[in-house]
Each structure stands twice: as C-alpha cells, then as structure tokens.
C-alpha cells in the first residue's frame, strides 16, 4: 500500500516538509491549506517540488463548513469551491476533503446534506476531480463515520466518497467494526492518527494530542483491519497535530512516522495470519513488508559507560563501594569490565572512540547498553528495516563483532547472541583476572530488573514508537509522580516475558531530578539501573557495611508504613534502619531501596520482587523523590 503523511504533522515550511516526506520514503502527502497559503511561489511551483523528489500529492485539505447551509450561502460556497478547485488543478491534487461542518447553526438533515454535496461532487466531477467528505468528531451534527456514510450514499455520485480518520472514530470510542461494510472504492481516503487517553474536550484532544500509530493508546490494528477488509486499496495517510513534533526536526519526525506506518502494516500482517491461518511469510494480503519477528529478548547483558581517566577512577570506586569487582581488561581497547551476579558495567575509556565523542558531548553517562537476544543477526535486521542506523566499531583481530543500531538519543543498542557463550559470552573480548564470585554484596542471581531513562519534553513518544518497533515492547502503565519541584510522567514498556522493562519519564518543570538530570546529560539518558536481588535486607546490611553511599529516607516514611501495613515489627525496624521502602498489591509484595547519585547524574537502586508484584513502586514515588531533592540540597 501507498504511504502518505499530511505536510500538517511536519515542523518548518513547506519545502522543508515535502523534501523530509522524501528523505523518509513516503510516496505522497497532503498538502494542507495553511502550508500553502505561507509558501512563497506559486501552487504549480509546489507540484513541481513535490514531483522532483518524488512524491505524489494525494489530497488538498481542509475545505470547511461547506454543507448544512441556506441556500444563498450554499451559492457562495461553490464558488469558494470553483477557486479551490483551481488550485488542485495547479497542485496536481485529484482530492479535497471536506469536513462536516462544525457550526452551531448547521444542518443535519440528510438530504438537505446530500443535495449538496452532490453539487460540489458535479463541480469537481467536471474537472476530474473527486470530494471526499470526513465526519468531524466535534462536529454538532455529522460527527460519526456511519453518519458521513449515509450522506454519501444518499448523495450517490461517482465523485463523491467518504474519507476516514482513525482519530475522528476511536476519541469517541465508535465502534470501527462496521466500516468493513462499506465498499472499499467509496472510501477516497484514509487517515491514521493514534492518541493517549487525556481527559480534555474532543477538539483540544485533536488539536494537540495527536501522535503517530504505536506511540498512543488507541485500537489502531482494529480501526485499519476495518478499512482493510472493507476492500480499500488507497494510501494509509498520517495526519498528526502535535505541539511538540511541531517543534521537532521534521526529517527525525517523518523517520518516525515512516517507522509508525511500517509497524501498523506489520500488525495488519499478524492480522491477516489470524484470519487465514497462514504463517507470516505467507500472509501478503495487507503489504510486503516483513521483517524478522521481535525479538526474544533475555535480559541486559552489559551497560556500557563513557567515561574519561579522572572519571573512570571515581565511578570505578563507586562501583566498588556498592559491591562490584573488576572482572578484567579488554583485549585491545582501553575499556574495563566490572560485575556482581549477573550484572555486568563496561567503562569506556577508548581515545578517538564512539564513547569519547559521547563522553565529550554529554559527560559521564550510559553510552550503550546490550540486550541479550536469541538471534541477534534478526534483531539488527528488523531495526534496520524499521528505520535505525547500523553502527560498526573497531574490531580487533579474533574479537567478537556486536551487532548496534543508534537509538533515538544517540546513544548505542547492541543486541548479543545468546548463544556465543549466554548472556556474557562477549567476557572473551576480556583479559579477566578476578572471577566473578557469588559472594557479592547483592547476592547470588543478582540481574538488571529494569533501567529508568530521563528524556526531554516531546521524547516519550519516539520512544515509545523505538521500543514498541524495534524490540516488540508493550506499553505498560503510564503514572505521575510527584517531585517537590513539579510532576514528572512516566510510561514503562516491557517485553512480553518481562525479561527487559524500560521506565521512561520526562518532566516539563525545570527544578525536578528528571529535569536536572536532562539538563546535566544534555540529552536523554539512564538515570537508574534497577537491580533485582533474591534478599534485600541481606543485600543492604552489605552494602552498609562495606560503606556504600546509600540514600536516607525520613523516618515519618517508616512510621506512615507501620499505620498502614500490618508489618513483623522486626522487618520494619531493619528496614527503617537501611532505607528500604516497601509496597504491596493483591499479588505481592516489593522492597526497594537506592544508592545517593554518582555525581549527581544517575544512580542504582535495589529491589526484591516477592509473590508475583510486577509494578513498580510508584506509590513511594514522591517520598523517594523528596529524598533525592534533600540530598542535592545537602550535597550543593
């Protein structure tokens, strides 16, 4: 199927969007009035711009508040029409949509609707042309896809059909299922805008909320399986009004949204199979597409930090004081392996390396980190068909070549074959010379939980789209916490096995730890490395003896704790007595407690699953929070 973007979704003017469009590899785009009305030249100019790079110019939008006139203003909006009619023929435009009117004084009669839609259908009929007509979801009268429809059917002219937009449907949670009923040639077009749940009028919801298929949490895969067995075969077009991807760089907007259309196909692929019963390969019904299947993901198998001298020596006795040991040396490079239980940190010291550049741009920080992965060949062979860039190091003679894509910061994601050795076969690019030991501080079976990133305003959904993408990833619960100094969202994706899980969060508000960590990072980054342990209290009493630097909590936590929780007396003093925090479900029960940041930029915390707790911790969200903004105070 064709692709298509609306130029409304892309930031800058137009000659900007349409060679972004292009860059992106989509085949065509709407060119929306407002892009138009700013560009300098002439509407024909446009044409030949976009046929240059290209791209076939789909639609020209929107043409408002048409229908449900009198009779004197009907008059004038045809002539209104006649001139708009004009410019598509310049633009080489063979469709304009026309919105349901969203005046108060309208007319919802159908065939008071139909007459006159039938008469523009004849105007444009005479130039070639074709009127699609769209049901707006704040509209008064006609706002539902199956009200639109009737007026279409009611109106029964060639040149006229009904356009559709996912969001238009599923804000008013209006059941998609029956669009398969309509016959696929009178659907004109298709509109593809995915959205979160936020309490707001329709309009605003519209007008700032929109983003692109993947990043939201609408039934994207049940909307476009409708238009899909309806018998539609046009372009699947994204429409996307975002006040932050309208800030964005349009070229890294529109590799999104080329990425959010091949995902959705992906899933109309799976779709397919359900419904014939044939495998993946076989199933070609929606789109060629076909990448390798996500990945099996098994967990992290190093997280990789840029570092220079000075800072490698300081985080080295970080590590330390929180029961790391160095493993060994790389073989080659001047790169150092520390780890406890199944943990492994790599510091990257390398002159003239990727981790230097990284290092010099954003300081001490994650550079990279490693996933393990049954396949890692497919796994880079889906990135790469989803948009990321491969990324090749040096390597040395007999050394191991990792797999790396680029991630949306920039930083690396490596994926690692399990089965080169497990989860730490790539220790044979390492000289070790101190074995790892099961009598660490954390414990036996010790292994990365989950990781936290910081991101800046307007990167949640990039990511979102990268991890839900590339790695198969599921949204999980979307939360606010509350620092002392402002709200800070967060959204976790995991992987199906919850083998990998990703806490993502991003604060508006300048003086919150994710705010000041973004700021500090210059960029997003790992604020936290979650690791999970089989005994905390055990861990903890370690810790505190080998004078690890560990984050106080106050003691009215403890005393809050005691009131509400009926918890053995015993547990709660040494939990009061380690900074541990607790929280509970109806599943079970989970302990968490954190190290004080290393240089203020990121830090680890422990926790114990108990039972079949799989969330988070979030309810003791703001007495953390509150705790971290006390150390920095302490600390200044």
Not at 287 to 299: A, C, H, N
Request: charged share 20%; hydrophobic share 45%; net charge negative.
């Amino acid at each position: 199927m064709r692709r298509s973007i609306a130029t409304v979704s892309l930031s800058g003017m137009l000659r900007e969007k349409l060679q972004a469009a292009a860059a992106a590899r989509f085949d065509g785009v709407e060119i929306f009035e407002n892009d138009l009305l700013q560009f300098p030249g002439s509407p024909r100019d446009v044409r030949r711009i976009a046929e240059d790079l290209g791209l076939s110019i789909d639609m020209f939008q929107p043409f408002r508040d048409f229908d449900g006139v009198t009779p004197a203003q009907l008059l004038r909006n045809l002539d209104r029409a006649e001139r708009k009619f004009d410019v598509m023929q310049e633009l080489g435009a063979p469709l304009i949509l026309v919105c349901t009117n969203a005046q108060s004084d309208a007319s919802g009669d159908v065939e008071i609707l139909a007459e006159q839609m039938h008469q523009l259908a004849e105007r444009a009929g005479r130039r070639g042309l074709r009127v699609g007509y769209e049901a707006l979801a704040w509209a008064p009268q006609i706002n539902r896809f199956g009200q639109a429809w009737q007026v279409v059917q009611r109106a029964n002219h060639p040149h006229l059909g009904i356009v559709l937009d996912s969001f238009h449907t599923l804000a008013l949670r209006d059941d998609p299922l029956p669009i398969a009923q309509i016959p696929g040639d009178k659907i004109f077009y298709v509109q593809l805008a995915d959205a979160p749940w936020v309490k707001l009028d329709v309009l605003s919801h519209s007008r700032h909320y929109r983003c692109f298929p993947g990043q939201g949490e609408f039934e994207m895969a049940k909307f476009t399986a409708a238009v899909l067995d309806a018998g539609y075969t046009g372009p699947l077009s994204l429409e996307i009004f975002n006040d932050e991807f309208r800030a964005a760089p349009a070229r890294a907007t529109a590799a999104d949204a080329m990425r959010s259309l091949l995902w959705l196909e992906e899933q109309m692929r799976d779709v397919a199979s359900l419904k014939t019963g044939k495998s993946h390969g076989e199933s070609r019904r929606v789109s060629l597409f076909d990448p390798p299947p996500p990945p099996v993901l098994r967990g992290w198998s190093f997280v990789e930090f840029a570092v220079d001298a000075g800072s490698a020596a300081r985080l080295a006795q970080f590590l330390q004081a929180i029961g790391f040991r160095r493993i060994g040396k790389h073989r080659s490079k001047a790169v150092d392996l520390y780890g406890q239980g199944e943990v492994r940190v790599v510091l990257n010291l390398e002159e003239d390396s990727f981790a230097r550049a990284y290092f010099e741009a954003h300081g001490v920080s994650a550079c990279a980190t490693a996933l393990a992965t049954d396949d890692a060949l497919a796994a880079l062979s889906r990135a790469e068909a989803l948009g990321c860039t491969r990324v090749a190091g040096r390597v040395g003679q007999n050394e191991l070549t990792i797999p790396a894509v680029r991630a949306p910061d920039g930083s690396l994601l490596y994926f690692f074959d399990v089965h080169a050795g497990g989860e730490h076969g790539f220790e044979a690019d390492f000289i070790i010379d101190n074995a790892p030991s099961a009598a660490t501080a954390f414990g036996e079976g010790a292994r990365i939980d989950h990781l936290v990133q910081v991101l800046p305003t307007g990167q949640v959904e990039p990511w979102t789209l990268f991890y839900r993408a590339v790695l198969g990833l599921k949204p999980g619960s979307s939360t606010v916490m509350h620092d002392p100094y402002g709200i800070i969202r967060n959204r976790v994706m995991e992987s199906s096995g919850r083998e990998v899980r990703y806490a993502l969060n991003v604060s508006e508000r300048e003086n919150t730890s994710t705010a000041r960590t973004v700021s500090q990072f210059g960029g997003a980054g790992v604020q936290q490395i979650a690791i999970s342990v089989r005994d905390l209290v055990a861990a903890m009493r370690r810790l505190k003896a080998q004078g690890a630097s560990l984050l106080a909590v106050p003691g009215n936590y403890y005393d809050d704790l005691a009131a509400k929780y009926d918890l053995d007396p015993a547990l709660l003093a040494s939990m009061r007595e380690l900074g541990i925090m607790y929280d509970r479900d109806a599943d079970g029960e989970f302990f968490q407690a954190y190290t004080t940041p290393f240089d203020g930029r990121f830090f680890f915390s422990m926790i114990e699953r108990c039972g079949n707790y799989q969330q988070y911790g979030i309810a003791n969200a703001p007495v953390h929070l509150g705790a971290l903004a006390q150390w920095r105070d302490a600390a200044a």
